[in-house]
């Protein structure tokens, strides 16, 4: 499954008459529907929770396409248990972690969105079908946490372990049959609020914002150039890349115009945490960290047109560019939304 993070919606409290104290969820943008679903006006206001809960789901869906992909690399794909010829089960421990209790908190908040106002078509009905399997995945997931962190497998005899693979097994027809139509119909509708979420930015005056969410939507189109267009092996015979100069010149006017709002204080004061960092005592320097993360995207993008030129494998370099949006969109929701 291609990985694509997406950033949350852009929209300010000034927009919604909801916003209120710091305990809120970040502020979500207006997503307008496939289907004919109007926008809000005047004094009409909307809830933005199945939206913002749904870019939360596909975070889980990512974390959980790792998990299989790590766990299949030692345990063989049949319905009986049996590890790979060489294979080591410890291995699979280096995709979970603590994240799951983050999991656990958004679980608790599911029954029932895909009812919610507006309506996703393709991305309800995926929702629905894969439901089921993604908690039970989770919860093999967050229970092999522990079985793996101590070794137990070795303790039982992998008694635990068939017990985890035969929940697996079940969980994957529903999981392979609609965990990838709800991924891509999520980065169909983020593409499609695109153009409303860089206009109330610019309108606003977010300049930090504006040129930080450009930036990570044009990386995106560069992602997509590439993945449209490699194989399997990461070979891509006859690469087109008509249009990859401009893309890669527009990234980089606006990576050059963000650098430049980040040294105004004016601008970098519009940020809380970017603000909050100037105090003496602040524990961290949000813009250096900030900044590490551009730097990072532009040297993974560097590396993939050189790559994209020398007519090389391309898989290693393009997902080196995925993970650096990827954190990128990751300190984006967290340090500016946030």
Request: with cysteine; glycine share 8%; hydrophobic share 40%.
């Amino acid at each position: 499954m291609k990985k694509k993070a997406a950033i949350f919606s852009l929209v300010f409290c000034l927009l919604l008459s909801a916003c209120g104290g710091g305990d809120k969820e970040p502020a979500a943008t207006p997503t307008p529907a496939p289907t004919a679903t109007p926008e809000p006006t005047g004094s009409q206001t909307t809830d933005y929770t199945k939206y913002n809960t749904y870019i939360d789901l596909l975070d889980t869906v990512y974390q959980v396409d790792d998990f299989l992909t790590a766990y299949f690399e030692q345990v063989e794909t049949q319905e009986e248990f049996a590890l790979t010829e060489g294979g080591d089960y410890s291995l699979i421990g280096d995709e979970l972690g603590l994240v799951y209790t983050k999991d656990i908190m958004l679980f608790n908040n599911l029954d029932g969105v895909e009812k919610l106002s507006p309506s996703y078509p393709g991305v309800d009905e995926a929702y629905v079908g894969m439901i089921d399997s993604i908690k039970i995945l989770v919860d093999v997931m967050e229970d092999m946490s522990s079985y793996l962190a101590f070794d137990s497998f070795e303790e039982d005899g992998y008694a635990k372990a068939k017990e985890f693979h035969a929940s697996i097994w079940d969980a994957l027809d529903a999981y392979d049959q609609w965990a990838g139509q709800f991924a891509n119909g999520m980065d169909e509708l983020n593409k499609s609020t695109r153009g409303d979420d860089l206009a109330n930015l610019e309108q606003s005056g977010e300049v930090i914002m504006f040129h930080s969410a450009s930036i990570i939507y044009t990386a995106q189109d560069i992602e997509d150039l590439f993945w449209d267009q490699i194989g399997e092996d990461g070979a891509a015979t006859g690469l087109d890349t008509t249009g990859l100069d401009e893309l890669v010149a527009e990234l980089k006017n606006h990576l050059t115009a963000l650098r430049a709002a980040m040294e105004d204080p004016e601008e970098r004061d519009k940020i809380y945490l970017f603000w909050k960092s100037q105090e003496a005592n602040s524990p961290f320097d949000y813009v250096d960290i900030y900044s590490d993360d551009l730097n990072g995207l532009e040297t993974a993008l560097d590396a993939l047109v050189e790559q994209a030129a020398a007519g090389g494998d391309l898989l290693e370099p393009l997902y080196d560019f995925n993970e650096a949006v990827s954190e990128l969109i990751d300190s984006y929701n967290n340090y500016l939304v946030g």
